[in-house]
């Protein structure tokens, strides 16, 4: 999709319960990321002499402080969906073309009953393995 | 942290983020996942994977979790453990679930930490029965004065 026709598509609405439900998705995935990364540091200390381990243990204390900071945003933007009545909506058109990561506005888009931005090359895109 | 020896699991959703999501979780937790995104996808998979368990969101795209679980019926295949997701949950959808092999029901938005506990828990051998237990210990009534046991 050109980046014309998504500026001519009707403007996108969402509820502020689905706003915050795709939020809580998304600061999910990061801190499911950040999980990921803390496993293999920890695979990568197998690997690092002794003496050199010092520095991968302060950064995988790090990545575990910022994947609990995380889940714990996720699991308060759940909680905040479920106590926001529905009928509060907002356009979500600008606040999307500020996200810069294509990848993400493009889920975003979707998610929020919307088309992919234009960003994002492909269904393929990305590292899914998809059948 | 639950680790799985190479467990397989099938998600089939058509959200790319609880894709994304899970697959990051349960790889992590030592599972070997498989990714649908609707539900022919998931029963061609079924023809190549036997997964230990089945992660399937109730509105998948094209074929239902439902219309999946149904097919297996009639093909006489038992199916796996099934974990339903959705975003609302009927308690009459709970109900059909759990005809076709629903063994427990997630609703949206959740967290991967959750996720990768009830898959384990799904996962874990039934306990097994308890023993049947001894008979109560009787009493030997006490001995009267002078009586003798022999």
Not at chain 1, 13 to 36: F, K, N, P
Not at chain 1, 53 to 62: A, I, K, R
Request: a negative charge.
């Amino acid at each position: 999709m050109s980046a014309a026709a998504a500026v001519s598509e009707a403007p996108l609405h969402a509820s502020m319960a689905t706003m915050l439900d795709v939020l809580a998705w998304e600061i999910e995935l990061a801190g499911a990321r950040c999980i990921y990364l803390d496993s293999m540091i920890g695979k990568m200390m197998k690997t690092v002499p002794e003496g050199q381990q010092d520095l991968l243990v302060e950064g995988m204390h790090t990545v575990d402080l910022l994947a609990q900071h995380l889940t714990s945003l996720s699991a308060f933007a759940r909680r905040m969906s479920a106590l926001t009545p529905e009928d509060v909506s907002a356009s979500v058109d600008i606040a999307l073309s500020d996200i810069t990561l294509g990848a993400l506005a493009d889920r975003m888009s979707v998610a929020f009953g919307g088309t992919e931005r234009g960003i994002y090359d492909g269904e393929d895109a990305g590292d899914l393995d998809l059948f | 942290m639950i680790y799985a020896q190479g467990q397989k699991i099938i998600v089939g959703d058509s959200d790319r983020t609880v894709l994304e999501l899970l697959q990051i979780r349960l790889d992590t937790a030592g599972y070997h996942v498989c990714l649908a995104r609707n539900g022919p996808a998931v029963l061609e998979l079924l023809k190549q994977v036997r997964p230990a368990v089945m992660i399937l969101d109730a509105g998948l795209a094209e074929l239902s979790a439902f219309d999946i679980l149904d097919t297996l019926k009639k093909r006489g295949e038992k199916p796996c453990p099934v974990l339903l997701t959705g975003r609302r949950l009927a308690p009459e959808d709970v109900k059909r679930g759990i005809g076709l092999g629903v063994r427990d029901c997630m609703l949206k938005p959740f967290s991967g930490a959750d996720v990768v506990e009830r898959v384990a828990r799904l996962l874990r051998p039934p306990a097994p029965p308890k023993p049947a237990s001894p008979p109560p210990m009787v009493k030997p009534p006490p001995a009267e004065f002078g009586s003798a046991y022999l």
